[in-house]
């Protein structure tokens, strides 16, 4: 019997299974993730967070992340905020660092439940989303049905963001996994799809690259404002609202991204991970 740690927790409706590591080491297969990620046989999640104890200087703790089909995630801004919070919990106090594999990220407490993360710079260069020809990313040469056109940014996670002038009559599961999985896209990306409401706000869909559809991603809504103050069809901060609520994004005159909305916590205790991920039957 392995017991460990777990908390349910949701960002939006972006939903995390938080393993805690610190204590004893986890080392799921991709296998047995996708079985704890199964929404039948296991507990399901669009991400699974594994904390661990942080490697540099000045981080709190070390975020693990993995997508519900088993595969690394590089950056999750909901999850950002919602471990935030438990480890603020935790310190006492509102400012925490959060170690990832892409970097350091700097989240303060701002009052009513809400939380602000640097999610860190935004990268455009075409090597960094990354794509499979070089280009200027404001115009990668993407197509598919309705949609083409999209912008490349990577705020740790790889993002294209399509414009589109009604987010509601895009065939979200028909094209996004096969954008999710063009050969533009090496490492494959998140597909976001963006409309633009005024001048500071957004409505945004997005298929997600390893969990497909789902209520929100915050690094989608960090892509997608940079995108949209790109092409220069929003200033530099503006709400993104998403399937489960709203975003505040900011792309900061340094090239970072601000994000702040809110986390929950919707049940925490313990599981007998052998049991759940090699399954009774
Ligand atoms: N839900 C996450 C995004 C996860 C990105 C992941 N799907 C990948 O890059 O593989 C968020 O709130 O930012």
């Given at each position: 019997m392995?017991i460990v740690p777990?908390?349910k927790?949701?960002g939006?409706?972006?939903?995390?299974?938080?393993?805690?590591?610190r204590?004893?080491?986890l080392?799921?297969?991709?296998?047995?993730?996708?079985?704890?990620?199964d929404?039948?046989m296991?507990?399901?999640?669009?991400?699974?967070?594994?904390?661990?104890?942080p490697?540099?200087?000045?981080?709190?703790?070390?975020m693990?992340l993995?997508?519900?089909?088993?595969?690394?995630a590089?950056a999750c801004?909901?999850?950002?905020?919602?471990i935030?919070?438990?480890?603020?919990?935790?310190?006492?106090?509102?400012?925490?660092?959060i170690e990832?594999?892409s970097g350091?990220?700097?989240?303060?407490?701002?009052?009513n439940?809400?939380?602000?993360?640097?999610?860190?710079?935004?990268?455009l260069?075409?090597?960094?989303?990354?794509?499979a020809?070089?280009?200027?990313?404001?115009?990668m040469?993407?197509?598919?049905?309705?949609?083409?056109?999209?912008?490349?940014v990577?705020?740790?996670?790889?993002?294209?963001?399509?414009?589109?002038?009604?987010v509601?009559?895009?065939?979200?599961p028909?094209?996004?996994?096969?954008?999710?999985?063009h050969?533009?896209f090496?490492?494959?990306?998140n597909?976001?799809?963006a409309?633009?409401?005024?001048?500071?706000?957004?409505?945004?869909?997005v298929w997600?690259r390893?969990?497909g559809?789902t209520?929100?991603?915050?690094s989608?809504?960090?892509g997608?404002?940079?995108?949209a103050?790109?092409?220069?069809?929003?200033?530099?901060?503006g709400?993104?609202?998403?399937?489960g609520?709203?975003?505040?994004?900011?792309?900061l005159?340094n090239?970072h991204?601000r994000?702040t909305?809110?986390?929950?916590?919707?049940y925490?205790?313990?599981?007998?991970?052998?049991?759940?991920?090699?399954?009774?039957?």
């Amino acid at each position: 019997m392995t017991i460990v740690p777990f908390l349910k927790m949701h960002g939006l409706g972006n939903d995390f299974v938080v393993l805690d590591a610190r204590k004893q080491k986890l080392d799921l297969t991709v296998k047995q993730r996708q079985r704890l990620a199964d929404r039948h046989m296991g507990v399901g999640f669009d991400q699974m967070v594994t904390l661990e104890n942080p490697v540099s200087a000045g981080a709190d703790v070390f975020m693990r992340l993995h997508n519900a089909d088993g595969s690394e995630a590089r950056a999750c801004g909901n999850a950002t905020r919602c471990i935030a919070a438990r480890i603020m919990g935790e310190k006492g106090h509102g400012n925490v660092v959060i170690e990832t594999v892409s970097g350091l990220l700097a989240a303060e407490a701002i009052g009513n439940g809400h939380i602000a993360v640097d999610m860190g710079p935004a990268h455009l260069d075409w090597q960094d989303i990354p794509v499979a020809a070089a280009c200027d990313t404001l115009h990668m040469p993407v197509a598919l049905g309705p949609v083409s056109d999209p912008v490349g940014v990577n705020v740790g996670s790889s993002h294209a963001v399509f414009f589109v002038d009604d987010v509601n009559a895009i065939d979200l599961p028909l094209i996004g996994p096969q954008l999710e999985n063009h050969s533009f896209f090496p490492n494959r990306a998140n597909i976001e799809f963006a409309q633009i409401i005024g001048p500071d706000r957004i409505r945004m869909r997005v298929w997600e690259r390893g969990a497909g559809i789902t209520l929100a991603c915050g690094s989608g809504a960090c892509g997608t404002l940079v995108a949209a103050a790109r092409r220069g069809l929003t200033s530099r901060k503006g709400e993104v609202i998403v399937d489960g609520g709203t975003l505040t994004i900011e792309w900061l005159e340094n090239g970072h991204v601000r994000m702040t909305g809110p986390w929950t916590l919707s049940y925490e205790g313990q599981i007998d991970l052998d049991a759940l991920v090699n399954g009774h039957g």
